[in-house]
């Protein structure tokens, strides 16, 4: 089991930045690759950033390439997703996510290949 704990979502003013953590406990860290997603209401819960066991592969989204950064410390259990340039279509609720590194062949974008949630953090950025 993996317990996962996002902090650091905020109101914003457009352009503005913002650091979202997420703290790991229970299993080894090492063993999950790890996502941000976010959502907002009526609409599915939509991938933002992935990163490997240990860093070495990075995914994102189209819409927020270029302005955010996912990150991770190992030693800390934690990952991070330094966001910039906000705009108010950032606007949602930033879930982090982990995936079992065993698990192979899935599809990273999307929520149903990761095994743990966090109960998320609200991000708002006003225009």
């Known amino acids: 089991q993996v317990q996962l704990v996002e902090t650091g979502g905020g109101l914003v003013q457009a352009g503005g930045s913002l650091r979202l953590s997420c703290a790991a406990s229970?299993?080894?860290?090492?063993?999950?690759?790890m996502g941000w997603f976010r959502q907002t209401p009526g609409k599915e819960r939509e991938f933002v950033a992935y990163?490997?066991?240990?860093?070495?592969?990075?995914l994102y989204a189209d819409s927020v390439k270029g302005r955010f950064t996912i990150s991770r410390d190992n030693a800390k259990n934690t990952v991070y997703l330094q966001m910039t340039s906000l705009k108010p279509e950032d606007t949602a609720v930033y879930y982090c996510?982990?995936?079992?590194?065993?698990?192979?062949?899935?599809?990273?974008?999307?929520?149903?290949?990761?095994?743990?949630w966090g109960r998320g953090t609200q991000v708002t950025v006003s225009s």
């Open positions: 996510a982990a995936k079992s590194v065993a698990v192979r062949g899935v599809v990273l974008t999307i929520p149903a290949s990761y095994n743990y």
């Open positions: 229970g299993r080894t860290f090492r063993s999950y690759a």
């Open positions: 990163i490997d066991w240990d860093g070495g592969i990075t």
